[in-house]
């Protein structure tokens, strides 16, 4: 099981501005100079973040991004899904009877890799930025 950078970057990115937008909107560019995300990627990612709700732009000269709601209520798993992100432990649909490597039978294993995805999404469906955030905070003291 691996995440793309797609949905790290975009957690990254969203902790980034969770940590700054209580003052004011922030720029792409500047979470880009902080994270060293590509500019380009991150207006990609925050297009889709947008559209899903778990941000807002701001226009202006001081504009920019804040959350859409507290980091409380922003999982982890909603930003996964606002970027098209899936977390998979297998390749095979759960509903289908065939299995991943194409045979009329799932893998001996099947069931061990399905639970531990159902493991990782209920992990990530409990975590929140707000965590993050403060799991980011004890660790510079």
């Not at 937008?21 to 720029?27: H, R, T």
């Not at 500047?30 to 889709?48: A, P, T």
């Not at 973040?49 to 798993?77: A, D, F, M």
Request: a positive charge; hydrophobic letters at 35%.
């Amino acid at each position: 099981m691996k995440l793309t950078s797609k949905g790290r970057y975009a957690v990254m990115a969203l902790i980034d501005l969770a940590r700054f937008d209580s003052i004011n909107p922030v720029s792409l560019r500047d979470i880009s100079l902080r994270q060293g995300i590509s500019l380009d990627y991150l207006e990609q990612i925050f297009l889709k973040l947008k559209k899903n709700q778990i941000v807002r732009s701001i226009r202006g000269t001081q504009g920019g991004y804040i959350l859409s709601k507290k980091p409380n209520e922003i999982k982890l798993t909603n930003i996964f899904h606002a970027v098209d992100e899936k977390v998979k432990t297998v390749q095979c649909k759960k509903e289908s009877k065939k299995g991943c490597n194409g045979k009329a039978t799932k893998c001996v294993t099947h069931n061990l890799w399905d639970e531990l995805e159902n493991h990782i999404n209920a992990f990530f469906e409990k975590k929140s930025l707000e965590d993050l955030l403060k799991d980011n905070m004890e660790r510079r003291i």
